[in-house]
């Protein structure tokens, strides 16, 4: 586990959402695939796997500047999801076929049963509200916190700090200032955990918060739990 501590007393940690607390119950690939059946589309899980990873890395998290996009980061997703057809296919799907797809696939993510929580996530939130206060910090959108709601984590937080509100996607350094102005606290003073080694462990340290980096199957929240002090 790398980790950035021995400041001042961490008084919050956030959290990153997807690889951290929650993941898939299936892979991208088998989800869109299996999706894209149901609109005539055929195409390989494995390819869409590896599409959706390639469009993921090279296609950069969405910044505005700090102002909070109309439409919730919606078009960046769908970017994504076309040029991940597109790769996977060898051409882009028409706009008739592509936009209905997009709309479920969008739909399908936003649901509570596409995801779960990793197994010791509940009972480490459990014990780590007895000692500081417990955020979410996440590149996600605004379907997060029915996702959480809905999967029994949103009562564990004291609130949900999102990239598509806030208008700047980690590691900008803004939406970590963000979220210590929202809890009322330094930066020293939060700690945040994510499974990002660029978007969460470097950019929370680079705007001043202490940091961990969890690696599953290596470290978890169990990890980090031990390694704070109280």
Known sequence: MLMSHGGPQVKAVFFDAA??????????????????????????????????????KTRPQPQHDGIPPEDG?????????D?????????????????PLFDDLYSWFARPEAWQTYPEVKPVLEQLRDRSRL??????????????????????????????????????PGIFIHAARLAGLEPGECLHAGDELEADLKGAQQAGFQACLIKRPDTDLGTLLSSLPG
């Open 73 to 81: 980061d919606r078009a960046w997703w769908a970017g994504l999801v």
């Open 135 to 172: 955020f979410v910090l996440s590149n996600f959108d605004a379907r997060l916190k029915s996702i959480l709601d809905g999967l029994g984590l949103l009562p564990l937080f004291e609130s949900v700090v999102i990239s598509s509100e806030v208008g700047h996607s980690k590691p900008h």
């Open 83 to 99: 040029d991940c057809f597109a790769d996977a296919l060898g051409a882009r799907l028409t706009a008739d076929v592509m936009t």
């Open 19 to 56: 690889g951290t607390l929650i993941h898939l119950r299936e892979s991208v690939g088998d989800s869109y695939a299996r999706l894209a059946q149901r609109h005539g589309v055929e195409a390989a899980p494995k390819q869409l796997e590896a599409a959706f990873r390639r469009a993921w």
